[in-house]
């Protein structure tokens, strides 16, 4: 293992309520803190063990809604507790970004940082590791907003989309083109095609004083709030200071914010066995299967005639499934879940449906 460079960060954005694997991750539980592929870890705690193999532990931060901090410090005992780092309300990745980008800089103004969700399944640690150092050191030679972009399978509508220019410009790093949100499956079928083409990850690389430039050039607003506010960083004062900046900030993705209009964007084209876990489907693709394809966990559950489902019960409860096809079946002790795994996308509006006849004790 080369040293480990102390320049080198990671800030693991942990704030998100997970409302597409409902009812398993509820408001108060959600699916970054849960063991959603049975492995006797949870995703944060994955997805910490993976940066910690070359980041050093001091510059690890876990940027998380304030009710989740314990929770963070309770799965993550190794990490130190100021770098559990709490938004007082969700406003989407650009303020999380802008918030960890000057907290750091005011410790290390030469950092590189990785800003990578929690939640993300990534199944070939090496070829991962190796993308983050090629990434880091590219950034801190270069003026580059980077990020990866992973080799797609499939024509998936649930995703992003990254069109790269054919020349590198380093090793295996591309300047990118154009980015396309969810595109229809025609369209998705066109970028497979044409093999130039990756899904985006959400997985950003840069130096932070490249991130400051940006955001002081695409959304000077944001960035006025925590300029501002940098005096109280680190230190016992942060935290009444970034309630104040919070609310003013407006909630945008950091995607829409920066990365789409900046002309110093590249990509490093990726295969390191990833997805990003946004539904049961995506879990069902990720858990081993019996020989009619059904994908369960619950050590009552009995299947009969049933093929391809995805199946998740509590082990003190006997579940028999018969003649399903293709369904989601998530039994917990207050809500059971039968649904179409074809319309796993919609969970998201059922979950706004429960909200608005049934209040919030479900959620």
């Not at 950034?139 to 992003?160: C, E, N």
């Amino acid at each position: 293992m080369t040293q480990l460079n102390n320049h080198f960060y990671v800030a693991i954005m942990a704030g998100g309520i997970g409302s597409r694997f409902w009812p398993h991750s509820r408001t108060d539980n959600p699916k970054q803190f849960l063991d959603i592929l049975n492995t006797g870890k949870t995703l944060l705690q994955w997805t910490y063990e993976r940066f910690s193999q070359f980041i050093p532990k001091n510059n690890i931060f876990v940027v998380t809604h304030h009710q989740y901090a314990g929770k963070v410090a309770e799965q993550l005992p190794e990490l130190p507790f100021d770098n559990i780092v709490s938004e007082p309300s969700r406003k989407n990745t650009a303020p999380c970004v802008a918030y960890i980008s000057h907290k750091i800089n005011k410790q290390d103004p030469k950092a590189n940082i990785i800003c990578a969700p929690a939640d993300h399944l990534i199944m070939d640690s090496t070829a991962f590791t190796n993308a983050c150092l090629n990434a880091l050191l590219f950034v801190q030679k270069h003026s580059a907003l980077l990020t990866l972009g992973i080799k797609p399978t499939r024509p998936d509508t649930g995703y992003g989309y990254i069109q790269f220019e054919p020349q590198h410009v380093a090793d295996n790093i591309y300047q990118v083109k154009t980015f396309t949100e969810k595109p229809n499956l025609e369209l998705a079928k066109t970028f497979i095609q044409s093999g130039d083409f990756l899904w985006n990850a959400g997985i950003f690389v840069w130096n932070v004083q490249t991130i400051l430039a940006a955001f002081k050039k695409y959304l000077p607003e944001t960035d006025e709030l925590f300029v501002a506010a940098t005096p109280a960083l680190n230190t016992p004062e942060e935290k009444e200071a970034i309630e104040k900046v919070y609310p003013q900030c407006t909630n945008i993705s950091i995607d829409y914010g920066i990365m789409e209009k900046a002309d110093n964007v590249y990509v490093i084209p990726s295969n390191f066995g990833w997805s990003d876990l946004g539904t049961w489907a995506s879990a069902y693709e990720n858990i081993e299967k019996d020989y009619l394809g059904n994908a369960v966990q619950g050590k009552n559950v009995v299947v009969i005639d049933a093929t391809k489902c995805m199946v998740k019960a509590p082990n003190d409860k006997l579940v028999l499934l018969q003649g399903l096809d293709e369904m989601i079946v998530i039994d917990t002790p207050d809500v059971l879940l039968i649904a179409k795994k074809d319309h796993e996308q919609q969970i998201k509006d059922y979950v706004a449906e429960i909200k608005r006849n049934k209040g919030e004790k479900y959620l």
